[in-house]
C-alpha cells in the first residue's frame, strides 16, 4: 500500500476537518501529490496538489482561500486543512501521487489511496 488516508469525517456547515495521507517510500518519490474527491454521481475532481520538491501549490477554484495543502517531508505526509467547509464539499477524499504535469489532473496520477469519507451537512 503505497498510501494511506486518514482524518475526514462528519461536521456541520462552516466546520473544519483535517486530512492525512502518510506515503510510502515510492509514492513520495513522485514529484507531486494530491488530493482529489468524488461524490455520489458525479466525477471525480481535482481539489488540491503540491510539488514534493518545491513550494508550488494548485487549488481548485471551488476550495481556494478555505483549504490548505501543506506537506512534511520527514514524515512523508500531506496534510490538506478544510476551513469553512460547504454541504457541496461533501465527497470521497482521495491522496494521490505522481510525477505530473497538470497537479490536478488525476489521469497523471499513478499511485491511489482507498479514499476517506467526508460529510458537511
Known amino acids: 500500500v503505497q498510501l494511506v488516508e486518514s482524518g475526514g469525517g462528519s461536521v456541520q456547515a462552516g466546520g473544519s476537518l483535517a486530512l492525512s495521507c502518510v506515503a510510502a517510500?515510492?509514492?513520495?518519490?513522485?514529484?507531486?501529490m494530491g488530493w482529489f474527491r468524488q461524490a455520489p454521481g458525479k466525477e471525480r475532481e481535482g481539489v488540491a496538489a503540491?510539488?514534493?520538491?518545491?513550494?508550488?501549490?494548485a487549488y481548485a477554484d471551488s476550495v481556494k482561500d478555505r483549504f490548505t495543502i501543506s506537506r512534511d517531508n520527514a514524515a512523508k505526509t500531506v496534510h490538506l486543512q478544510m476551513d469553512s467547509l460547504k454541504p457541496e464539499d461533501t465527497a470521497t477524499y482521495y491522496c494521490?501521487?505522481?510525477?505530473?504535469?497538470?497537479?490536478?489532473?488525476?489521469?497523471?496520477?499513478?499511485?491511489w489511496g482507498q479514499g476517506t469519507q467526508v460529510t458537511v451537512s
Open positions: 517510500k515510492l509514492a513520495y518519490s513522485s514529484n507531486c
Open positions: 503540491i510539488l514534493l520538491r518545491g513550494d508550488d501549490t
Open positions: 494521490a501521487a505522481g510525477d505530473v504535469v497538470y497537479p490536478l489532473d488525476q489521469r497523471e496520477y499513478n499511485y
